[in-house]
């Protein structure tokens, strides 16, 4: 056993169970690490005051009764003290950080446990196709990453589900300009380069030659970041109006809806540069998503007219003018009224929300998912509630947990969203692109000794890094600023900074030349005792990051131990040490160290390089 909270939390239940009778064996003892401020020891369990109503004593009684129970030679339990109200105040035997810690050491998973398995789908990046991704996306992309590797880590069975945005009226417009433009032009090979500005160039005609006044009644707007989805009628004019492009599109829309097979195989070229293009994205960044991960919108088609014809058949949809829609008392507007979820529009078009509903089935009664992640921009909170709500009454819903792993905004230094001067998002290729620049400087001027090939590659470890670790240290759905100074420091809570601590002692292992670093590790100085206790928590911050789908948590936890380890670096000679013993105990402190933050930073999604 490495986990320290865990071994205490078996050691005082038994206590607790001696002192006040067995029906509080199972009683939680609330183990926390103690306040440095109050006291020098380890932990404090706090089950005194919990219990004191239930067993009617008062809690310093009670916690003595425990204290009188743990005897302190039992190899874990070093000294316990009553103290305050009723606070018991633990302190580990080092000799048991010691053993847990080698233990930890000779662990492949690092102290990494594995808790009850369970299936978790997670839906997570999921852009819109043929549609540059936005920084939004990027943010998405990083947390949603950093969740499958974790649970992945943690053994769980994870499938990833990239629920791209392929479907939609916007197909029609694209697919018009596409065979505008020749589907061998270069202005088509945009669409894997630079998918935004052949998208622009589409809307553009689109809006110049769309004359219907009323536009605004077939547009269901759904706040997709800062997109908007304008879906138009399917059953729009006839095709055919001369130089219309406006017409052309929607009819184009309503021809690929039916199954056309030109209109499909345009729509498919399209969709295979849009794939192109996002995959170099994932390449670029390191994301784990792949093609088997796909499952657009698309792939729900066929199911949409049953969704729709199942939920009014149960009752749980009605027909309001004309269009069909699900009201729910829970959701209400400001007029204490139910807001309609419209799955089926007057036109007999289908929706975002109904390619969800059928999307929430899949996932709970095909995947049987335990817990169903869809790591997607907080705005569409309300919707994804909604549609869970609506699919639970049809029992589509079955064992299944959905969890909206809400992602907050990604602003300027100015405080605003990134836009161009022109107004246009910025794209994430910009992002990216001006981190990796950035990093190349700071590499060229930290290591001017390399290769420029060397450099090259670490700049590029350190310029993803950077970004994803902006994206993950601070909650997933606060907002935080881009600011490419700033996340690129080597000082600081930064990626570089962490990054910079496991090439550190690499450069420490390797000027030590052992062969292998095994130890054992022997703990006599208190920054070494410190050290290790940090080490332990790996597991136990791991798992909670599988629990409460917060990768800040993991970020938090790996800066404190590079602190913690520069700590001991500076009061513990390692390589000077005079006794081998000490140096033995010492470079296997550091080699796993450096184990643990190389490991973390993996399930961050980021990679550690070998010098810096
Ligand atoms: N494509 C959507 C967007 O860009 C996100 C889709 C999220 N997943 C879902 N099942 N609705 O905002």
């Known amino acids: 056993m490495t986990n320290p909270a865990l071994a205490l939390t078996t050691r005082v239940q038994q206590a607790l169970a001696d002192a006040l009778g067995p029906q509080w064996r199972e009683a939680d003892p609330v183990i926390r690490p103690a306040n440095k401020r109050q006291t020098d020891a380890d932990f404090q369990a706090n089950a005194a005051m ?101 649970m992945e880590a943690l053994g769980h069975d994870v499938i990833r589900q990239n629920h791209l945005g392929d479907w939609g009226t916007a197909f029609g417009m694209l697919i018009e300009h596409l065979l505008e433009v020749g589907e061998d032009s270069d202005e088509a090979k945009l669409l894997e380069t630079d998918p935004n500005s052949f998208y622009r160039a589409a809307r553009a005609k689109f809006d110049a030659s769309d004359v219907r006044p009323e536009a605004g009644q077939d547009q269901e707007q759904v706040r997709v970041d800062d997109e908007e989805r304008v879906v138009n009628s399917a059953k729009a004019e006839p095709a055919g109006s001369a130089g219309d492009f406006a017409v052309r599109a929607r009819a184009r829309v309503a021809t690929l809806q039916s199954g056309d097979a030109e209109s499909k195989r345009l729509w498919v070229k399209i969709m295979d540069f849009t794939r192109t293009y996002i995959n170099r994205v994932y390449r670029d960044l390191g994301i784990t998503l792949t093609d088997d991960d796909l499952r657009g919108e698309s792939s729900y088609n066929d199911e949409l007219a049953e969704v729709c014809d199942t939920l009014e058949a149960k009752g749980i949809a009605v027909v309001s003018d004309g269009a ?137 470890q350190v310029g993803i890094g950077a970004i994803k670790y902006a994206d993950l240290s601070v909650s997933h759905d606060s907002g935080y600023t881009f600011d490419l100074d700033r996340m690129l420091a080597l000082q600081g809570n930064t990626g570089p900074y962490l990054q910079y601590a496991t090439a550190r002692i690499r450069s420490i292992l390797s000027r030590a030349d052992a062969v292998e670093v095994n130890g054992p590790i022997i703990l006599t100085e208190p920054d070494e005792r410190a050290l290790a206790l940090r080490l332990l928590d790996f597991g136990p911050v791991v798992a909670e990051v599988g629990e409460t789908l917060e990768p800040h948590r993991l970020a938090a936890y790996l800066y404190d131990l590079a602190t913690t380890f520069t700590a001991f670096y500076e009061h513990c000679p390692v390589l000077k040490a005079e006794d081998a013993a000490v140096r033995d105990s010492r470079l296997a402190l550091c080699a796993l160290t450096r184990k643990v933050l190389v490991k973390g930073l993996d399930l961050l999604g980021i990679e550690s390089p070998d010098q810096m």
Request: hydrophobic fraction near 40%; charge should be negative.
């Open 50 to 150: 919990a219990l004191a109503k239930q067993v009617g004593r008062p809690p310093r009684e009670i916690a003595q009764a425990i204290a009188d129970r743990i005897a302190p030679d039992d190899g874990l339990i070093a000294s316990v003290e009553v103290a305050g109200p009723g606070f018991l105040n633990l302190t580990l035997r080092t000799d048991w950080i010691a053993a847990a810690a080698n233990h930890q050491l000779a662990d492949e998973r690092v102290g990494i446990p594995t808790p009850e398995h369970q299936i978790v789908v997670v839906d997570y990046s999921s852009p819109n196709a043929a549609k540059e991704m936005h920084v939004g996306h990027l943010r998405t992309t990083v947390v949603g990453d950093s969740l499958v590797r974790t």
């Open 324 to 460: 069909l829609c699900v009201f729910q008392d829970e959701f209400t507007g400001r007029d204490d009224k139910p807001v309609p979820l419209i799955i089926r529009k007057s036109d007999g078009g289908y929706g975002y929300a109904t390619t969800d509903l059928a999307t929430i089935r899949h996932r709970s009664l095909d995947l049987h998912a335990n817990r169903a992640l869809y790591v997607v921009g907080a705005p569409q909170n309300l919707h994804f509630r909604m549609v869970w709500a609506a699919a639970d009454k049809a029992g589509w819903i079955q064992g299944t947990e959905p969890i909206h792993v809400q992602i907050g905004n990604v602003v300027g230094t100015d405080g605003k969203i990134l836009r161009t001067r022109s107004g246009d998002l910025i794209s994430l290729q910009f992002l990216v692109d001006s981190a990796l620049q950035r990093a190349a400087e700071v590499v060229a001027e930290s290591r001017p000794d390399l290769s420029a090939e060397e450099r090259a590659s670490i700049a590029h």
